[in-house]
């Protein structure tokens, strides 16, 4: 049984997971109770994507053996990517009452602390995690995403620097030769930046770009190619390119993410002069020439992300933040709105049968974040949930309304209906998980102490 079951661990640990499944099966056709064989099936199927019976198999497994505190990680790893925090912290604390120095365990539990907004606790957890394997590169990146909720920016983007030594991270440390910018002089040479992560990443500091020219040096950029057109015109870029483009020769690198540590940022440093990015000249007009006049406010909507299919914990980030249009239908009703469509990807399970909201979608025709850029220059505002599409509005200085998830993004803050990065940003925050009506709710009464008054549509105070 024992050679068995290491045989089927050698092929689980390779990725040949059909090989694996089929000896566990033959393992549990001999000994049905063998609670390591359940918990290791539990585990394969989880990493094939098939969740329900991922967790049937581990709970069949702590049946038989309660006092498992990995199969109690396993299965509150499981229950937290599904937005099931409370069981998934009663596991996570079973399995460090039966180990009580389990760093995993511990690490586990701050994250969902972290997505219930019990930062302090969350802090914890990571630092005692830490304590006990203290290289360890994930947990130092998501206390990173703690602290810099909590607004120490300074020694959150010190620990969310250690990302690169995340073995699994999806973005890997580019194989150049040239060294890594340390934040040294820069007098007379050229740094190559790279995007590193989403589109809205790239967005939100590229900002730090005229700030390298000011160092002196000669500044480009490598980016993907629905970026370039956007951002060539962008103060302090002397050079944009994207992947398999021709790479011109530099003498020093850093990725984007890396600026804000670099340059040791704090929320009283943050470069948050708007707006930075315009569309290329002579856009705008054109895409005015496609809206139909109106004499109503313009106000575009953006509703779901990019679910990243391929990254499990993304996708459960990305079904917390995106929303179905149809519960957006409540702004249907305020009168003098020509409501445009700002979402170039959409899905079917997030659309309507119909919509009260008689949206005006351009988004087909649309080509890049340049022809976005010049689609939001014509407009009043724009709402949307936490997407680039919003953060490109910021960017430009257009008035924008984010509806954040219960556990917003880090770099939105805790508890703040402003943001230090965007000045024209407003948030709108669930008060609880998946708490879209109240949000929207939230989002009706400003557009109409907006409409009877004249109140700006984004101001600067720091709590909600």
């Known amino acids: 049984m024992n050679a068995l079951l290491a045989q089927a661990l050698a092929h689980h640990k390779a990725g040949q997971w059909a090989e694996a499944e089929e000896i566990y099966r033959r393992v549990l056709a001999i000994e049905p109770g063998h609670a390591d064989c359940l918990h290791l099936l539990g585990v394969l199927s989880a990493q094939t994507g098939a969740e329900a019976i991922a967790e049937l198999w581990i709970r069949q497994a702590l049946v038989q053996r309660p006092d498992y505190p990995e199969a109690h990680l396993n299965l509150a790893n499981l229950l937290r990517q599904n937005s099931r925090l409370d069981e998934a912290a009663t596991h996570y604390q079973q399995a460090l009452a039966l180990r009580p120095r389990f760093a995993e365990a511990y690490a586990g539990l701050g994250l969902v602390l ?21 290289d360890d590169a994930t947990t130092h990146k998501n206390y990173g995403w703690v602290l810099l909720k909590q607004g120490d920016l300074a020694a959150g983007f010190r620990e969310y620097e250690w990302r690169w030594k995340i073995k699994d991270f999806p973005v890997k440390p580019p194989p150049f030769h ?10 007379g040479r050229t740094l190559l930046l790279h995007a590193e992560q989403g589109f809205g990443d790239t967005l939100q500091f590229i900002r730090y770009a005229p700030m390298l020219r000011q160092r002196g040096a000669r500044v480009i950029l490598e980016c993907p190619h629905e970026l370039k057109r956007l951002l060539k015109g962008l103060d302090g870029l002397d050079f944009v390119f994207g992947p398999g483009d021709e790479r011109p020769g530099f003498d020093l690198h850093a990725p984007l993410l890396s600026l804000p540590y670099l340059f040791g940022t704090t929320l009283a440093t943050v470069p948050a002069h708007t707006p930075y990015l315009a569309p290329p000249p002579g856009l705008a007009a054109v895409w005015a020439e496609r809206l139909p006049p109106t004499q109503d406010l313009r106000v575009g909507l953006v509703w779901a992300g990019n679910p990243r299919r391929h990254q499990p914990d993304w996708t459960a980030v990305d079904r917390r ?31 309507p049968v119909s919509s009260d909201l008689n949206l005006i979608d351009l988004m087909p025709e649309v080509t890049d974040f340049a022809d976005t850029a010049a689609l939001i220059a ?70 109409q102490r907006h409409l009877e008054t004249g109140q700006p549509w984004f101001h600067h105070g720091n709590k909600s």
Do not use: M
């Not at 606790?121 to 630092?127: F, L």
């Not at 910018?181 to 007098?187: F, I, P």
């Not at 219960?406 to 939105?412: E, H, I, L, T, V």
């Open 114 to 134: 972290y997505q219930q907004n019990q930062l302090e606790e969350a802090a914890s957890c990571h630092r005692q995690a830490l304590a006990l394997r203290p």
């Open 321 to 351: 933040r995106s929303l179905a249009l149809e519960r957006l239908a409540p702004l249907g009703q305020i009168s003098g709105i020509q409501w445009v469509s700002l979402q170039k990807d959409r899905r079917p399970e997030l659309e």
């Open 378 to 447: 014509n407009l009043d505002l724009v709402i949307g949930v936490d997407t680039a599409v919003l953060h490109l509005a910021a960017a430009q200085g257009k008035p924008a309304w984010l509806l954040s998830r219960f556990d917003g993004c880090w770099r939105w803050l805790h508890d703040r209906n402003d943001s230090p990065w965007y000045p024209s940003l407003r948030l709108f925050r669930q008060s609880q998980p998946d708490d879209w009506e109240g949000v929207i709710l939230e989002v009706n009464k400003a557009f």
């Open 178 to 187: 040239q060294p890594w910018w340390d934040g040294g002089d820069l007098t």
